[in-house]
Structures are given as C-alpha cells and as structure tokens.
C-alpha cells in the first residue's frame, strides 16, 4: 500500500472526485501492472503539525512507503521554519520506524514570500531528504505551477490536468521504492 500523506495538493482541493493526484497515480501503477493501493490521506489546510498528530491513523494502514506532501500550509502562514522542520523530521521519523519508505514532496512559496523565507523554506526538504536518507521529489508541482492552464484561478493549486502531470512527476520519483 501507498499512503499519500498530505495536504490540499494530496486531498485534490478544487477537483471532482478522482481528479487529484493520488487518483491519478493509482492509474499510472496500474497501466504498469503494479500492484499497490494508492489510499489518499490528503486533509486541505493541514499543516504539519496537524500532519504529526494523524501518523498513527496512517499507519494503521501498514504502508510500503508514504508520500510525505506537507508544509506549504506552514509557509503560507509564515509558520516558524523551526517548527516545520520539526515535524516533518518527526513525520518521517515515524513513518521509517515502522517500516515504510518515505517520499518527501518538496514544495516552494510564491515569489512575494521574499527570497531569505523562501530559501530557507525550500531548503528543509532537501536537508531532511539528504539527513533522513529519504527519496525527495524537488518540486511536487514541477512543470506545473508555473503554467497558468495547469493552475486553478488561486494560483495554488493544479486542475484535474496538473494533478495528473503531478502525478507523472510523483511515479518518477516512486518507481525506484517499489523495486
């Protein structure tokens, strides 16, 4: 099983049912003959403290690996970097003692963040994957985001099309945990 543990970009804020990214990805590993179930645990607004508090839920699930996507909620709010590393560090944590592999979806902030916030934002997700020794995907919305026809009119999130680009990004990433 692949639990993809995240946010509004895991829970397909915006889309019809079956729309988001983990849907999209479910059809991907099934055109390829692999056998996991993609369960979305994708809670819009959830931050990562809120991600914290609901592992144990996830891992009643016995995943093979996670997709870790939290975080942007955090940096939206201006949250302390601190904080967020934490508890992705935790997260992570968690996950890897029980025995699943972890895929961390990094994120970025909008340009009017400021360059300082934004780069030491960017950066938790790849001294977590490189600390952690945890797959990282750089950019979950790669290709994405800045392509306005990818993009629902906040700016934020993919339509039904971009989480499907998503996930073509997610499974490039994932393939080499499933070996």
Avoid: C, W
């Avoid at 959830?46 to 093979?64: C, F, H, I, N, Y």
């Avoid at 029980?98 to 934002?121: C, E, S």
């Amino acid at each position: 099983m692949i639990v993809a543990f995240g946010d509004s970009l895991t829970a397909g804020y915006g889309l019809a049912p079956g729309e988001s990214f983990p849907d999209s990805l479910q059809k991907l590993l099934d055109q390829r003959g692999l056998r996991y179930r993609v369960v979305n645990q994708g809670i819009s607004g959830d931050t990562t403290s809120g991600g914290a508090e609901r592992v144990k839920q996830a891992l009643q699930l016995k995943p093979a690996v996670v997709i870790v996507e939290l975080g942007a909620n955090d940096g939206l709010r201006g949250l302390p970097l601190t904080a967020t590393r934490a508890n992705l560090s935790v997260i992570i944590d968690q996950f890897r003692k029980a025995g699943a592999k972890v895929l961390i979806a990094g994120i970025t902030l909008p340009r009017n963040y400021g360059p300082d916030y934004i780069q030491a934002f960017d950066k938790i997700y790849r001294d977590l994957a490189r600390e952690k020794r945890v797959a990282l995907i750089p950019f979950l919305l790669e290709g994405v985001a800045t392509n306005p026809k990818l993009m629902q009119a906040d700016a934020l999130h993919p339509t039904a099309e971009g989480a499907r680009r998503v996930a073509v990004t997610v499974l490039r990433y994932l393939l080499p945990l499933l070996k």
